[in-house]
């Protein structure tokens, strides 16, 4: 009969070996990645949390997926990042990237979800829109709303409503500081915190 850290050892050998056959089998297992794998010592407090704002910004993240699909019937791409799915490309994607200034965009994001036009395309402009998703987690179902009124204040008072929103700047702020980091690893953890 094994000792006790024997079993324990053996059932943890299990525990692995279940969750990575796991993984292989459905494409959502990186959602959990944050919170599972990547931060073994997360404590309780802060998985509520994570749970917390993914729930708070599921309405959002719905528009966002739904957005997403018509993205994907139309030939676009999707992929995790970071407990993010980033929908790009296809005729949606090279559409949004013809159209006019200031109507196009290279990257849209709605809840957990980023809408982009390239795959290149999201890699530069990740950190800003992971800046604008947890804008998300902290606004719920109130961002939209409440970007759309910072963009009308300003365009009231004469400033571009994009560059001089509140949310904006924040992200622009946020983004310039991160790209500014030397050490590479700093940044990469700096776009999976959320
Ligand atoms: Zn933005």
């Not at 980033?86 to 979800?113: D, K, N, Q, S, Y």
Request: glycine share 10%; with cysteine; aromatic share 10%.
């Amino acid at each position: 009969m094994p000792g006790k850290a024997q079993t324990r050892s053996r059932m943890g050998y299990t525990a692995r070996g279940c969750n990575a056959a796991w993984r292989k089998k459905t494409p959502f297992h990186v959602l959990l990645i944050p919170v599972r794998d990547t931060k073994p010592h997360m404590s309780t407090l802060r998985i509520a949390s994570r749970l917390i704002a993914y729930t708070w910004a599921a309405p959002n993240t719905a528009l966002g997926a739904l957005a997403g699909l018509a993205m994907l019937c139309l030939g676009g791409r999707l992929r995790f990042v970071a407990g993010v799915a980033e929908f790009h490309g296809g005729w949606a994607g090279r559409l949004i990237a013809a159209l006019p200034r200031p109507i196009c965009f290279g990257a849209m994001t709605l809840g957990h979800v980023i809408l982009g036009t390239s795959g290149n395309g999201l890699a530069v402009l990740r950190e800003h829109e992971h800046v604008h998703v947890r804008q998300y987690e902290q606004w719920g179902m109130f961002f939209l709303p409440a970007y759309a009124l910072s963009s009308v204040w300003q365009v009231m008072h004469g400033r571009c409503g994009y560059r001089s929103n509140f949310f904006e700047r924040q992200a622009y702020a946020v983004e310039a500081r991160q790209k500014s980091q030397p050490d590479p690893s700093f940044r990469r953890a700096a776009v999976g915190h959320r």
